[in-house]
């Protein structure tokens, strides 16, 4: 039992381990289970998302990670509040934690301004954009809904243009100095566009 268990502790499948000892996948598991391996400390900074799974006839697990170490800390079953609520009480250094990245779900908002007071919320960067993305193809959407048919037809192609990463001969040539100032302008565009 000892040797599975250390085999365990190796990045591989339970069959992989299974068919090395002799024993059964679901043995492997079942030893598996009734190993303790503790909660580590929180560090400074943690990331929380959810991914689609199936554990406990939950739709969404929840994975903890440490972002600044690219180290995986913990799944959960559930990423709902009453159960991350009793699982983060249960450390006691957060109040070191310094940072708490999630994406915009009110619940890990909830949760970092309960049990982690001292850190600061961020938003992770792929939410972010992606709420950017939305809004401006909203106002984008509803630019093209004033237009004449013979203008809403090249405006629903520029959509890709819109979407573009950021060309830095396009800026040069209209005189734009940096990414802040190109998202004014693309902005400022649009705007003028609905009040026209």
């Given at each position: 039992i000892l040797y599975v268990i250390d085999k365990l502790r190796s990045p591989v499948s339970f069959t992989y381990i299974a068919n090395e000892v002799g024993l059964s996948v679901s043995t492997v598991i079942r030893i598996f289970d009734y190993v303790s391996y503790g909660k580590p400390e929180l560090p400074k900074a943690i990331a929380i998302d959810e991914f689609k799974g199936n554990t406990g006839g939950e739709k969404y697990n929840?994975?903890?990670?440490?972002?600044?170490?690219?180290?995986?800390?913990?799944?959960?079953?559930?990423?709902?509040?009453?159960?991350?609520?009793?699982?983060?009480?249960?450390?006691?250094?957060?109040?070191?934690?310094?940072?708490?990245?999630?994406?915009?779900?009110?619940?890990?908002?909830?949760?970092?301004?309960?049990?982690?007071?001292?850190?600061?919320?961020?938003?992770?960067?792929?939410?972010?954009?992606?709420q950017v993305m939305w809004a401006f193809d909203s106002v984008r959407k509803d630019v093209q809904k004033n237009l004449g048919s013979e203008y809403r037809k090249y405006f629903k192609r520029s959509r890709k243009i819109l979407f573009k990463r950021f060309n830095e001969d396009l800026m040069t040539f209209l005189n734009i100095k940096s990414k802040k100032s190109w998202l004014c302008f693309l902005f400022h565009q649009t705007y003028t566009l609905l009040i026209s």
């Amino acid at each position: 039992i000892l040797y599975v268990i250390d085999k365990l502790r190796s990045p591989v499948s339970f069959t992989y381990i299974a068919n090395e000892v002799g024993l059964s996948v679901s043995t492997v598991i079942r030893i598996f289970d009734y190993v303790s391996y503790g909660k580590p400390e929180l560090p400074k900074a943690i990331a929380i998302d959810e991914f689609k799974g199936n554990t406990g006839g939950e739709k969404y697990n929840c994975i903890i990670t440490d972002p600044v170490n690219r180290r995986v800390l913990d799944i959960l079953p559930k990423r709902k509040y009453p159960y991350l609520s009793t699982y983060f009480r249960s450390f006691n250094n957060r109040n070191d934690v310094v940072l708490f990245v999630s994406d915009m779900w009110k619940t890990y908002a909830d949760i970092s301004k309960t049990f982690f007071k001292k850190a600061d919320l961020v938003i992770d960067k792929y939410h972010w954009i992606r709420q950017v993305m939305w809004a401006f193809d909203s106002v984008r959407k509803d630019v093209q809904k004033n237009l004449g048919s013979e203008y809403r037809k090249y405006f629903k192609r520029s959509r890709k243009i819109l979407f573009k990463r950021f060309n830095e001969d396009l800026m040069t040539f209209l005189n734009i100095k940096s990414k802040k100032s190109w998202l004014c302008f693309l902005f400022h565009q649009t705007y003028t566009l609905l009040i026209s």
